[in-house]
Antibody, heavy 116, light 107 residues
Framework: QVQLKETGPGLVQPTQTLSITCTVSGFSLTSYYMQWVRQTPGKGLEWMGFIRSGGSTEYNSEFKSRLSISRDTSKNQVFLKMNSLKTEDTGVYYC??????????WGQGVMVTVSS | DIQMTQSPASLSASLEEIVTITCKAS??????LSWYQQKPGKSPQLLIY???SLADGVPSRFSGSRSGTQYSLKISRPQVDDSGIYYCLQSYSTPYTFGAGTKLELK
C-alpha cells in the first residue's frame, strides 16, 4: 500500500539548514508529483513546493532561494533542504503525493523546532 | 497569489444538523478545489477533490459544491467522529493556497 514517512532532525538552530527526507513505498516517484507542505502556528498550512514526476521543481516564492527539493528514485526518497532558518519556521513539515493536483496521500509529518 | 477565504473559523453543531463550510477564491480556479479533514496530531486527509468528487472511502454524508467562486463542503447528519479541522486547498495555480481552516465541534 501507499506509504510516506518523513524523517528529520527535530531541533535546528537559527540560521542553520533544515534537511528532511520523505521515504515512500507502494508507488514510483517517476509517476507522481511530490509536494512539501508545512504547518506553522503563524501561517497555518503552507504549500512549499513540489518535484514533478520528471524531476523538475517548482517553489513557493515565499521561501525565495532558501528552499531546495530533490529526490533519489533508486531509494524512493524525496528531500527538502531549507537554509537560513528562523524561529518562524518552527512547525510540522509534511510530504504528500499528488494525483492531478489533489493531495491524495500524506506522510505523518515531522515536527521541527527552530531554537538556540 | 490566489487567496482562499474560509468561513466560519469555528462552529459547533448537533448530530441532526447540516454543516456547511465555505471557501471563496479570489479568482476563478476551474474547480481545482479540494477539501481535507485534520484531526489532532494527524496529517490532513482528502475528502473531496475537483470541488464535488468524493475521495475513495469517504462517507457519502460529505459533499462539495460550487457557486461562482465560492466553494462549499456540506456534512449531512454529521457523526461524532467528524470533529476536527477542515481545510480547503486550491491547486489551480502555484503557489497553491489553503484556507485558514474551520474547527468543527459536534455536540
Amino acid at each position: 500500500q501507499v506509504q510516506l514517512k518523513e524523517t528529520g532532525p527535530g531541533l535546528v538552530q537559527p540560521t542553520q539548514t533544515l534537511s528532511i527526507t520523505c521515504t515512500v513505498s507502494g508507488f514510483s516517484l517517476t509517476s507522481y508529483y511530490m509536494q512539501w507542505v508545512r504547518q506553522t502556528p503563524g501561517k497555518g498550512l503552507e504549500w512549499m513546493g513540489f518535484i514533478r514526476s520528471g524531476g523538475s521543481t517548482e517553489y513557493n516564492s515565499e521561501f525565495k532561494s532558501r528552499l531546495s527539493i530533490s529526490r533519489d528514485t533508486s531509494k524512493n526518497q524525496v528531500f527538502l533542504k531549507m537554509n537560513s532558518l528562523k524561529t518562524e519556521d518552527t512547525g510540522v513539515y509534511y510530504c504528500a503525493r499528488t494525483t492531478v493536483a489533489l493531495f491524495d496521500y500524506w506522510g505523518q509529518g515531522v515536527m521541527v523546532t527552530v531554537s538556540s | 497569489d490566489i487567496q482562499m477565504t474560509q468561513s466560519p473559523a469555528s462552529l459547533s453543531a448537533s448530530l441532526e444538523e447540516i454543516v456547511t463550510i465555505t471557501c471563496k477564491a479570489s479568482q476563478g480556479i476551474d474547480d481545482y478545489l479540494s477539501w481535507y479533514q485534520q484531526k489532532p496530531g494527524k496529517s490532513p486527509q482528502l475528502l473531496i477533490y475537483d470541488a464535488t468528487s468524493l475521495a475513495d472511502g469517504v462517507p457519502s454524508r460529505f459533499s462539495g459544491s460550487r457557486s461562482g467562486t465560492q466553494y462549499s463542503l456540506k456534512i449531512s447528519r454529521p457523526q461524532v467522529d467528524d470533529s476536527g479541522i477542515y481545510y480547503c486547498l486550491q491547486s489551480y495555480s502555484t503557489p497553491y493556497t489553503f484556507g485558514a481552516g474551520t474547527k468543527l465541534e459536534l455536540k
